[in-house]
């Protein structure tokens, strides 16, 4: 049987990017989105044999039924990109909600969760497989006002070497990335509303831009390859030196 990627969050941003870079060595990808229309949408942009599914992450009902029309369709899921999330409540911790705050987790961490947990029994049945979470530098360094983003994208590294050293010898890779700031479309709408500014971050990022969605999918790609065989348990940051830089901004100008 020919290989299968399954994406979840993939009709926009990382999420679309990594499916049409997973598409140029796999024959089928399958994009997962809360939103039904566009998943099938980007399927058929795709072209032939691959397909698109509307699913909510957060309901375990939902994944089931989602892995099992899958596996009745393609009858194996090679690689898993667990790319789905949301942006969280920016604020003082002292006004945060909690309702928000689960919100956040519930769709980033337990979301991860729940796909995996539903996708991995195949891959374990076959002795391969490969998974890539989507954590982020918020789970790296101390962002004031991110407290539920970071938890989350925290617990999805903890949460990648655990199971990483669960499967390691039953064929099952599973690492993590952890981008910087990425011009999605996200981002630029942010900009054009003025709650966020992008010229700042450029500015505090060591090569002076942000991320293309393209360059994140070149690393996810990577991870999820057969390249990255001996490679397990890890989080590769691709960030621009935004985590690496150690002293003023200043320092930075040529």
Known sequence: MSAVALVT??????????????ARDIPHVVIVDLDDRAAGA?????G????GLG??????????????????????IDVLINNAGIADQPGATLEQRVDAFERVLRVNLNGTFLVT????????????GAIVNLSSIAALGGIPTRNAYSAAKAGILGMTRSMACEWARRGVRVNAIAPGYVRTALIEELERRGTID????EARTPMGRLADPTEIAEAIAFLASPRASFITGSVLVADGGWSALGSPEASLQV
């Not at 032939?48 to 397909?51: F, I, N, R, T």
């Not at 699913?55 to 194996?76: P, S």
């Open 9 to 22: 969050g993939g009709a926009q941003g990382i999420g679309w990017a990594t499916a049409q870079r997973l």
């Open 42 to 46: 980007r399927a058929e942009e795709l």
């Open 48 to 51: 032939p044999g691959h397909l």
């Open 55 to 76: 699913v909510d992450i957060t309901d375990e009902g939902q994944v089931g039924t989602m892995v099992e029309r899958v596996l009745a369709v393609f009858g194996r």
């Open 117 to 128: 947990q539903a996708v991995v029994g195949e891959m374990l049945a076959r002795g391969e």
């Open 198 to 201: 992008t010229a700042a971050l």
